[in-house]
């Protein structure tokens, strides 16, 4: 496909796509780099898991076999009594990151955690960096809610999809910009000049989200003040154009939001990209689902039912403010279950 | 205001050919779904009894209403500017009748 050519939107099934499958002009492009991303990241949290089974349960001295010390990788060892250590089999580990350093932390009978127990860190070849795999872990443990959010997103982005043919205009090109601007970061060999064209379409991205939220505030703000009454037998038309201009809006903030979370996705910025997700979550709430009974009656496509276009699209309630908060803590955790190894 | 409640089941024969419910009446003769406050032109879920018709076919029919009046007076200007000719003409013819 010709870069310049706006795209006609592709109806695959996401599923199955990869990123690398389709044009990054086609309309189904963010959505699909957005899902490759946290594909990617969710089998990094399972390779993760693997070496934190391996590194914690099988490699600790006192409950695993000791042939295993010596293997890549390395060995975290408590500074707790035996008695204590023993204590482990019968419950779970908490350890605890903060501010670079690891703790243990043992679940007593009463359902509380002890007071932190430093823990060594023993490095023989190549170290994992224990907040990292507290992050993987996180990741693993909302795999359900990042799939979900996943899932949610790809609900409505087949009539976003929809709405983009053949649309255009200055604003519009901003979103085309950043794709275009990302398309070559990708294709850089440098990487100090990768980094720069990334953020310049970073920021592309981000101003054409802006300008477009605040166009469609301003169509919704004439539909909500009804001034299209003052211009007579032209009525159904004026609300006809508005509603026309509010999908478009709608759908490149949605493709935009999608691709900015997805480049953040794809350079492993997790944080940076629920702060996306979660920024999109209250435009949703804020002006979408907030409106959403007035753009449905405006709008002729919309049958006004809980299926209808614009309350399944305020319905587009992303949970991860959870997530995010989880990850952006200092202090990072993880709950690791007791396996007794008989090799 | 004339109000109307349907049945907003897509597959309900009583949606597809627009039937109308009484306001007490509370589920579909149909289906057995729960009626709800459509608009009496395109049938639209409204989501209370505060009106009759959808924003949309409310402008349309303000707009008809507002084409039809420009009409009207458009003819109601050519019948009283025919009528002013008649008179005159009719004036005149009199005055000839007259005049003999």
Redesign the interface.
């Known amino acids: 496909m010709d870069k310049f050519n706006v795209p006609d939107g592709s109806n695959a099934d996401l599923t199955v796509l990869d990123s690398e499958d389709i044009s990054p002009y086609d309309a189904a492009y963010p959505v699909v780099l957005l899902a490759d991303g946290m594909k990617k990241r969710l089998a990094q949290a399972e390779t993760a898991a693997e070496r934190v089974y391996r590194a914690v349960v099988k490699q600790a001295p006192e409950i695993a076999q000791l042939q295993q010390s010596m293997r890549k990788g390395y060995r975290l060892v408590v500074d707790a009594s035996e008695s204590t250590l023993k204590a482990i089999e019968q419950g779970k580990i908490k350890l605890t990151a903060e501010n670079g350093k690891t703790y243990a932390q043992l679940l007593d009978a009463k359902g509380r955690y002890s007071t932190k127990l430093p823990i060594k860190k023993e490095v023989f070849a190549k170290g994992i960096d224990p907040v990292q795999i507290a992050n993987a872990m996180q990741m693993k443990a909302f795999q359900d809610q990042i799939e979900t959010i996943t899932e949610q997103i790809s609900v409505i982005d087949h009539s976003v999809r929809e709405v983009i043919q053949g649309q255009q205009n200055d604003r519009i090109g901003l979103y085309y910009s950043g794709v275009a601007l990302y398309v070559e970061a990708q294709n850089v060999t440098d990487g100090d000049m990768q980094q720069a064209l990334m953020a310049q379409s970073l920021r592309a991205l981000s101003e054409a989200t802006f300008q477009l939220l605040l166009t469609m505030k301003t169509d919704i703000q004439y ?1 909500t003040d009804r001034e ?2 003052t211009v ?6 004026l ?2 154009s508005r509603i026309s201009n509010i999908n478009q809006s709608f759908a490149f903030i949605h493709q935009a939001t999608l691709l900015h979370a997805a480049i953040y996705c794809n350079q492993g910025e997790l944080p940076a990209m629920l702060t996306v997700l979660e920024e999109y979550s209250r435009f949703i709430e804020g002006t979408v689902a907030k409106n959403a ?2 753009l ?5 496509s ?4 809980e299926n ?1 276009i614009w309350k399944s699209r305020a319905k587009l309630q992303l949970d991860v403010a959870e997530i995010a908060k989880q990850l952006r803590n200092p202090e990072k955790t993880m709950y690791l279950g007791i396996v007794e190894v008989n090799e | 205001m004339g109000t109307v409640k349907g049945c ?1 089941n ?1 597959n309900c024969i009583a949606r597809q050919k627009k039937t109308c419910y009484k306001k007490t009446d509370e589920f579909c003769s149909k289906c057995g779904n729960k009626l709800s406050y ?2 009496a032109d ?1 049938f ?4 209370d009894d505060s009106q009759k018709y ?3 076919c409310a ?2 029919r ?2 008809t209403k ?2 039809v009046k ?1 009409a009207v007076g458009k003819i109601g200007g050519g019948v009283f500017a025919v009528g002013g000719i008649v008179l005159s003409a009719g004036k005149v013819v009199a005055d000839v009748i007259r005049k003999k």
């Open positions: 539909l299209y009454e007579r037998g032209k009525r159904a038309e609300i006809g009974p007035l449905a009656q405006c709008d002729v919309d049958n006004g039912t209808g | 907003i897509e459509v608009c395109c639209k879920q409204l989501p959808c924003i949309t402008a349309k303000k707009d507002d084409t420009n």
